[in-house]
């Protein structure tokens, strides 16, 4: 199983990215999709999540309003757009798999890890 998230980068305070998470070897069709980011010297955590039909999100409360999570199941890819970044955004951003909707907000029920991809705002 292999997740490899694209699309981090440098961004302004208050500009937009898009982040990728591609998927292969994973039944990802039937794996609900979680984003969590670890910032500088932080924990890791939530930030949003979708149902493997694509028809239930969750989100953290700091991202709700402006980031949006969503899902092509016929590419194997969970997407994560984010507006309005601010500095508190910094983080490295992981996409990951989790087969259980019950546990979505908890990263240790996650089976399956992307390599992470860096996201850094500029004030």
């Known amino acids: 199983v292999q997740l490899v998230e694209s699309g981090g980068g440098l961004v302004q305070a208050g500009g937009s990215l898009r982040l990728s998470c591609a998927a292969s070897?994973?039944?990802?069709?039937?794996?609900?999709m979680g984003w969590f980011r670890q910032p500088p010297g932080k924990e890791r955590e939530f930030v949003a999540a979708?149902?493997?039909?694509?028809?239930?999100?969750v989100y953290a409360d700091s991202v709700k309003g402006r980031f949006t999570i969503s899902r092509d199941n016929a590419k194997n890819t969970v997407y994560l757009q984010m507006n309005s970044l601010n500095s508190e955004d910094t983080a490295v951003y992981y996409c990951?798999?989790?087969?259980?909707?019950?546990?979505?907000?908890?990263?240790?029920?996650?089976?399956?890890w992307g390599q992470g991809t860096q996201v850094t705002v500029s004030s």
């Open positions: 990951a798999a989790n087969p259980y909707w019950s546990a979505i907000q908890y990263y240790k029920e996650y089976n399956y």
């Open positions: 070897g994973l039944a990802f069709s039937i794996h609900n």
């Open positions: 979708i149902m493997w039909s694509g028809g239930t999100t």
